[in-house]
C-alpha cells in the first residue's frame, strides 16, 4: 500500500475513533451531572432527542449534498430509513396510531378502524420491503468492508451497536426483574443516560459514514502516489 492511501484509511478511521469517544465521553459528561440537570437534557422532547432527530435530518441531507444523484436514487432505502429513525424519535410510530404502529393489536383490535389498520399496513410493508432491499443490496458489501477495517463500514458498525445498546438499556431495571436482578437507582440512572445519549451516537455515527463514502475516495484519488 502507498503512502498516500495508507493516511487515507487511517484519517478515515481516526474521525471514526474521535466521533465514538465524543459520544462515551458525552455519557460520561452527563452522569455526573446533578439529577435535574439530567433530566431537563435527557427528557423527551429535550435537548438530546432534538438533536437525534436533526442528525437523521443532516444525514439526509448529507446523502443529497455529497452523493451522486445515480447513487442516492439507487440506495433511496438509506433516506427512507433515517426518515424512519426520525420519526421514531418522534414518537411518530405511536402517536397518530390507536394502539401504535409495531403493536400487534393495531391490527387485531377491534377499536381499531380498518381504515387505520390499512395504512399501518402500508407503512409495516414499505418497511419491510425496504429492509429487505437494504440487506439484500449491501450485506456483503458491509461485511467485506468491516473485515477490511474500512472507515465508512466500521461507522456504520458502531451506530449498529449503539441502537443495540439503546434497545438493551431502554428499560432495563423491568427487563432484568424476571432474573431476580435488581437494579439500585444510581444503575437505572446511568442505564437511562447511556440509553439516551448512545441514541444520539447513532446519527452521529451514520452521518461520519455518509462523509466519509464521498470523501476518502477523493482524497485517495488526489493523493500522489509514492510507490516506487
Known amino acids: 500500500m502507498t503512502t498516500a492511501p495508507q ?11 474521535g466521533m465514538t469517544l465524543l459520544v462515551f465521553a458525552m455519557m460520561a459528561v452527563v452522569a455526573q451531572l446533578p439529577l435535574p440537570m439530567q433530566g431537563s437534557l435527557l427528557a423527551e422532547g429535550g435537548p438530546f432527542e432534538t438533536l437525534s432527530v436533526v442528525g437523521y435530518g443532516l444525514c439526509i441531507l448529507m446523502m443529497f449534498a455529497l452523493w451522486p444523484k445515480a447513487s442516492v436514487a439507487r440506495r433511496w432505502y438509506f433516506a427512507v430509513f433515517m426518515a424512519l429513525f426520525a420519526a421514531r424519535e418522534l414518537d411518530l410510530d405511536k402517536k397518530p396510531f390507536t394502539e401504535g404502529l409495531l403493536k400487534a393489536r393495531q391490527f387485531s383490535s377491534d377499536g381499531v378502524s380498518l381504515m387505520e389498520k390499512g395504512i399501518a399496513g402500508i407503512i409495516l410493508l414499505t418497511i419491510i420491503v425496504a429492509g429487505l432491499i437494504l440487506l439484500r443490496r449491501e450485506t456483503r458489501g458491509f461485511i467485506r468492508g468491516v473485515v477490511k477495517g474500512a472507515a465508512p463500514q466500521l461507522a456504520v458498525l458502531i451506530g449498529l451497536l449503539f441502537i443495540v445498546v439503546y434497545k438493551l438499556t431502554d428499560g432495563l431495571a423491568r427487563k432484568l426483574e424476571p432474573f431476580g436482578i435488581t437494579l439500585g437507582r444510581e444503575q437505572i440512572d446511568l442505564a437511562y443516560v447511556i440509553e439516551e445519549v448512545g441514541e444520539l451516537g447513532i446519527p452521529l455515527m451514520f452521518a461520519v459514514a455518509i462523509y466519509l463514502t464521498y470523501r476518502l475516495p477523493r482524497i485517495a484519488a488526489a493523493a500522489p502516489s509514492t510507490a516506487p
Open 7 to 17: 493516511n487515507t484509511v487511517l484519517g478515515g478511521k481516526t474521525i471514526v475513533l
